[in-house]
């Protein structure tokens, strides 16, 4: 059984910066992309940042420049350091793991297994 807990979402005001974290436990396949999306009310899920087990990393484009994805595959640890956050920033945040390829990819398809999300607002 797989389980990817998230941590760090909260409150912040536009222009802010919050750090998300995602542990990971039990057996998946650690060379497989692992990725963040997010989801906001009445909206679809959206890839944010996802990035492959040596590091190459792709971003959606509201985000390049201020959101950084990293993992420590020793530890099965995912992180999203979001600066400069912005309003149309706020949603659930999910982290994912893929079961496809080995290339990151913000298809949500493409992903097995997912956490249960952290909130994100940012307020104007």
């Known amino acids: 059984q797989v389980q990817l807990v998230e941590s760090g979402g909260g409150s912040v005001q536009a222009g802010g910066s919050l750090g998300l974290s995602c542990a990971a436990s039990g057996y998946f396949n650690v060379g497989k992309p692992m990725g963040w999306f997010r989801q906001a009310p009445g909206q679809e899920r959206e890839g944010v940042a996802s990035?492959?087990?040596?590091?190459?990393?792709t971003y959606a484009d509201s985000v390049k420049g201020r959101f950084t994805i990293s993992r420590d595959n020793a530890k099965s640890t995912l992180y999203l350091q979001m600066n400069s956050l912005k309003p149309e920033d706020t949603a659930m945040y999910y982290c994912?793991?893929?079961?496809?390829?080995?290339?990151?990819?913000?298809?949500?398809?493409?992903?097995?297994?997912w956490g249960q999300g952290t909130q994100v607002t940012v307020s104007s």
């Open positions: 990035i492959a087990i040596f590091g190459r990393t």
């Open positions: 994912a793991v893929a079961d496809v390829g080995i290339a990151p990819t913000l298809r949500p398809r493409e992903y097995k297994y």
